[in-house]
Nanobody, 126 residues
Framework: EVQLVESGGGLVQAGGSLRLSCVVS????????IAWFRQAPGKEREGVSC????????AYADSVIGRFTISSDNAKNTVYLQMNNLKPEDTAVYYC???????????????????WGQGTQVTVSS
């Protein structure tokens, strides 16, 4: 059974930092691209960042460039999202997603991903 389990969310003041973790099990970690998405109340789910397994490249949404960093620890089957200088508009439920065909030019497309975690809430106060 494939499982993606996010953790690390919480309440933080604007300008603060959080590190989200996504522990992946039940699939060949090295073969799957892992992406982070987020969904704020009343808004569509949007791509935040992706780590492409095919070439190791990373991608970011324009709104988080310079503030968020995606990384992985393959020995722990874990992908991280380091979030610095958080803003109130970063408030959302954050999800990690995996697919063997994920990544690439259309990495931020939700339909590209087969497996999803349950999400972790991030709330940034002003």
């Amino acid at each position: 059974e494939v499982q993606l389990v996010e953790s690390g969310g919480g309440l933080v003041q604007a300008g603060g930092s959080l590190r989200l973790s996504c522990v992946v099990s039940g699939l060949s970690f090295d073969d799957y691209s892992i992406a982070w998405f987020r969904q704020a109340p009343g808004k569509e789910r949007e791509g935040v960042s992706c780590m492409d397994s095919s070439d190791g490249t990373t991608a970011y949404a324009d709104s988080v460039i310079g503030r968020f960093t995606i990384s992985s620890d393959n020995a722990k089957n874990t992908v991280y999202l380091q979030m610095n200088n958080l803003k109130p508009e970063d408030t959302a439920v954050y999800y990690c997603a995996a697919d063997i065909l994920g990544g690439g030019k259309f990495w931020a497309t939700t339909k590209l991903y087969t497996y999803w975690g349950q999400g972790t809430q991030v709330t940034v106060s002003s």
